[in-house]
């Protein structure tokens, strides 16, 4: 056998033998303390011998060591210093030895001082004393440090073969607490070699926790491969969204791992801070700046009502119930025909069933009866309605079911909602019903439309407390069910291909979170026939999207990982928008929502058109829907969809 082979194994075995050592019991902890006191007592004696020092006290050697050494052992057992685990030793642990040796040190000066004073003899020689204080603290205090050094180097020796390299970006107290944290962390993920201080800008020679603190003086991915590192954790609490997406996205070009890292202030358990150390998502790189919510006006609302969510399964429904009840509702009705994310939403959401009243109903709504019993048995006084089918190219293949779902459903709802004078009915619209392209993006307008003139129509008839329709407008929701994230997720863990539909194609994104707190502000600041828009920051490009979550994930785009162009999907747009070319918008005291100036529909015209459509939806083909469609929806014109005909 080879030699090195050889010794690779023996060295495996001994360390993993290394590993599996338990803890020693505290006695013997105790024992050795004890013991390592006499060996001071010894060294003293030595030094008193070799200093040729006579001392005619009233005990001779031995017993005099053997009162320093019981003395010891006596505030050993008061102050528990053998209670901690050496290898795990701390600062803590080291002020404990020194609080229990000084006490020793003290007790017995103080008792030569009596002996002296009432029988005019001495029990020690104070120098000794003195002596077997110091060597004791430095003996035991060293021991402790030789135990630990010795575990971090046999059990860190063979893992720093595969630990990651990484550089902490920070140098304050946050900073810090992760080094530390990450330093203890068993198993081990990285081996840091430096902090990066941006505020560092000269070279000097300082260090922190034994790692030397670069200057930010160059580029960081430069500073990065200088140090031969391979990620950065971002610690530095100081920068702001734009610096720290610089950074990111300058790392991942130049394929270096990024971790991030929440303040100190955000750690729920800091015994815990190495399990907050993660990789980067995707939405950590929006370009937008933090939404900040009016919770006041949202909980002067919701606070003590009944709230009715449809479609509360589902992604932005199942978000807009946990955020809901943050705000103290008396009663949440959750409304879903999919059995199986109900269950686990009830399960999920069952925690606060002692604060709120959670209600989930397994329930249609196109069907109006069942849904109305809703109505009737729980009496809400806020509708957020997110039912709905939102696949672009499965709506092309069954308008009717767009019809079904997105049209009827919203009108029985909304009807209802009237009926038993709710106060507030939030529709959650998309971009996609702006200058529609597909079948999704016209039922979604015709709901709009609906809604609207349904609100027009209340208040012209002057109904007594009339409900307040609002619809609530934004584009891609990252992370919903059916996004292009979980997709593109799922395609970088089977080794790709990504698939792209156009080099060109940019989107709209805003993270779930996101989405639901700003149809909650909405709704709290809604009067009816609004419908608002939200600031959906830059435009993304689908590709440099993609090439993103490659480099997250650790790879390189179009090498280890190919991106494939596959064609638009029927009824998909290159982009996407949030108003007509004809609309306006004015502004709302939430600089992220703007509500949008469109046409209102006389009510009941557009009632007899949706009566026309949905009977059209049961009875005709996909052409004379969809046809039907684009009389109500006149800007609807078809994109890459057998429904482009109907348009010429």
Known sequence: MDNSIFKEIKSSIFNKKFQNIGYLPRWIIFAIDVFIVAVAC?????????????????????????????????????????????RHSTFIDGIKLLVATTS????????????????????????????????????????????????????????????????????????????????????????????????????????????????????????????????????????????????????????????????????????????????????????????????????????????????????????????????????????????????????????????????????????????????????????????????????????SQAIYTNVIGTKNLADLSSKYKVEKFVLISTDKAVNPSSVMGASKRIAEKYVQSLNSHLIQTKKSNPTKFITTRFGNVLGSNGSIVPLFTKQIQEGGPITITHPEIIRYFMTIPEACQLVLEAGAMGNGGEIY?????????IIDLAKKMIRLAGFTPDNEIKIKIIGLRPGEKLYEELLNDTSKTLPTHNEKILIGQDHFDDFEEISIMIADLIKTAKTQSNQEVVSLMKKIVPEFKSMNSIFATLDK
């Open 104 to 399: 020793a040190y003290v007790a017995l000066v103080a008792l030569n001082f009596i002996t002296l004073v009432v029988f005019d003899v001495k029990l020690f020689l104070t120098t000794g004393l003195f002596i077997t204080y110091i060597t004791s603290f430095l003996l035991l205090f060293l021991f402790r440090i030789m135990v630990k050094n010795v575990f971090e180097k046999f059990l860190q020796k063979d893992d720093n073969k595969n630990l990651i390299k990484a550089v902490i970006y920070g140098a304050d107290a946050n900073a810090i607490s992760v080094a530390n944290a990450l330093k203890t962390e068993k198993p081990a993920r990285f081996k840091l070699i430096a902090f990066v201080d941006k505020f560092n800008q000269v070279k000097t020679s300082k260090s922190i926790l034994d790692l030397p603190i670069a200057n930010q003086s160059k580029d960081i991915h430069v500073i990065l491969r200088s140090l031969g590192a391979e990620a950065l954790i971002m610690a530095e609490k100081s920068l702001s969204k734009e610096e720290t997406i610089a950074i990111v996205e300058e790392c991942l070009e130049y394929n270096f791992k990024v971790y991030s890292v929440p303040l100190i202030a955000d750690w729920e358990d800091q015994k815990h801070i190495s399990n907050q150390v993660k990789s980067f998502a995707i939405e950590d790189l929006l370009h937008r700046k933090p939404i900040v919510l009016d919770s006041k006006s949202i909980s002067s609302q919701i606070n003590g009502r009944t709230v009715l969510i449809t479609g509360g399964a589902g992604s932005i429904g199942s978000e807009i119930v946990r955020q809901v009840i943050h705000f103290s509702p008396a009663k949440i009705v959750i409304l879903d025909q999919a059995e199986s994310p109900l269950h686990n939403l009830q399960l999920e959401v069952s925690e606060y069933s002692k604060k709120v009243t959670i209600e989930t109903i397994l329930a249609d709504v196109r069907d109006y009866e069942e849904t109305e019993r809703v109505f009737q048995l729980f009496k809400p006084d806020f509708v957020y309605h997110a039912a709905a089918y939102k696949h672009v190219p499965l709506m092309e293949e069954n308008p």
């Open 533 to 541: 828009i939200f600031d959906m920051g830059e435009p993304v490009k």
């Open 42 to 86: 010894g060294i003293t004696s030595i030094i008193i011998y070799n200093l040729a020092v006579v001392f005619n006290g009233a005990l001779v050697g031995f017993l005099q060591y053997a009162f320093v050494v019981l003395a010891n052992a006596f505030f050993f057992l008061v102050y528990r210093t053998y209670a901690g685990i050496i």
